[in-house]
C-alpha cells in the first residue's frame, strides 16, 4: 500500500498564474478608467454645446423683453429625442432666469415667449417668438450638427402626403384637377402635343376628350408647360411660346397662338403670416398675382417679372419661383439657373446658399407659421424628394420628413386653391410619367 504524498506548489506555476491574475485586473481596471474618463469628459462637452447656445438664445430674448413676468412655452419641432428636449427645456428656463426674466403663469405675465426647436439639414435652428402686448419680434440661434447624432424624423410638426392621381407612358408636363368629390373626379392632362380631359367614371379614368396644341416652331428639347384653370372658362395651357385658352361657351375647343406671354407663377392669395397661423395677434398678407416670361427655346424663365416685385422687375434666371408672405412685404425665393436659391424682398436680391434642387412652390396651410415651401432636394438621388419648410428668418427650417418619389421630379406646381402642389414625376424604372397630389396636415 502506498502512502500519499503531498508535493508542495510548483513556485514557478504559482507566480505565472498569479502574474496572469494580476495583469487580468489591472487591464479591467484600466479599461474602466478610461470608460468613466470618457463619459466624464463626453457629458460636460455635450450639455455645454447646449449650454452656449440656450444662453445665446436667453440674451437675446432678455434684450427684447428687458427684465420682467413672462410665460414660456418651448415646443420641439425637430427630430430630438425626449430626454434631449427635456434636457434643452430645463437649460432655456434656467438662461432665461439667469438673464433676468421671472417665468410666470399666463394671467400673470405680460410678455409671451414660445420657442421652437427646430432644425435645417445642417443646424438645430432655435426660434423665439416674442408677444408684448400688440407687438411682435422673433431672435433665432442656429447650432451645427456636425457634434450630434442625426436621429429619426419623428417629431415633426407637418406631415406631408403625396397621392397618385394619374400615370402614362407617355411625357407628362402638368396636370391640373377640375372637379373633385373627397378625390379627384374630373383632370386635364397636358402633353406634348394636346391637352386630354378625364372623368373617373365606374372605376376607373375614361377619356372625355383630347384637344390638339397648334404650334409653329419645334418645342425645345427638355419641353415645359403648365395648366391653370380658368375664371370664365375651363383651363389656359402655357408652353414655351405659346399659349392657349379652352373656351368659355358653346362646344369645348381650344384656342392656341404664338405669344411671348408671362406665365402666372402665384396666383393672388392672402392669409396670416408668421410667427404663427393660430395666434391671436397674427397679421394678415395679401400676395398680388405675379407673372415671368419663359425664354421661348429654353426650359427657364428669363427673369423679367411683372408687375415688379419693389424696385426689381427683372431678377436672376430661374427655374422655379416661391414666396413667403412678411407683414409687411413679401419675401420671394427664386431656384436659379446658377445652381442658387436668390431671396429677393422688394428692397434686396440676396443669393443664398440654401441647398435645394430647381423644383420650389408655395403652399398655404392652417399648419405652423401659415405658409410652408416645398422644395426638391440637392443632388441626384435628393431630387427624387420633397420636403416642407418654413422661414423664420432668411434660413429655412424644415417642419416636415421627406416625401421620396419612384424617380426625378419634372415639375412642381401650386394648385390653384393654393394648400395643395401637383408633382410631376418620371418613374426611374418603368420609364412612366406620374402626377402626385402633395398636401399637408398638422402633426401636432
Sequence with gaps: MGTAVYNSAIPEIIWISVTRASRLTSFRVLLLFLLIALFARGVPAHAADWNTSEQQLAKKVAAVTGPGAVV??????????????????????????????RLVKSEQAAIAVTISLSENPASYVWVAEIHQGT????????????????????????????????????????????????TPTRIAVLNSENVSLYRFQGGKWQSESVMEIVHARPWPRDLRGRLVPGKDHLFDAYLPGVTCHSSGTGPLALSCHETDDPWPIAAAASGPVFPSAGSANRATAVVSPTSAFFAPARNFFTGVLTPALGKFGTVSRFYSAAFVPREKYTLWLFAGTDGRVHLV?????????????????????LCGAGWQILAAGSGI???????????????PVAVSAAVDFPGALLALWTESRGDTAIAIVKDRETGSYEAFRLDLACSQ
Design 72 to 101: 414660456l412655452k418651448v415646443d420641439n419641432r425637430s427630430s430630438l429625442g425626449r430626454r434631449d428636449s427635456e434636457i434643452v427645456q430645463n437649460g432655456l428656463r434656467s438662461a432665461l432666469e439667469q438673464a433676468g426674466l
Design 135 to 182: 407687438e411682435a419680434s422673433v431672435v433665432m440661434v442656429s447650432i451645427p450638427r456636425s457634434g450630434h447624432a442625426a436621429v429619426a424624423h419623428d417629431s415633426m410638426p407637418i406631415a406631408l402626403r403625396k397621392s397618385l392621381v394619374w400615370a402614362q407612358d407617355t411625357p407628362l408636363l402638368d396636370l391640373t384637377i377640375l372637379e373633385e368629390s373627397g
Design 345 to 365: 424682398d422688394g428692397m434686396n436680391d440676396q443669393a443664398s446658399k440654401i441647398d435645394w434642387g430647381s423644383d420650389i412652390t408655395s403652399v398655404k396651410t
Design 381 to 395: 438621388q435628393a431630387q427624387d424628394s420633397v420636403r416642407a419648410y418654413e422661414l423664420p428668418d432668411r434660413d
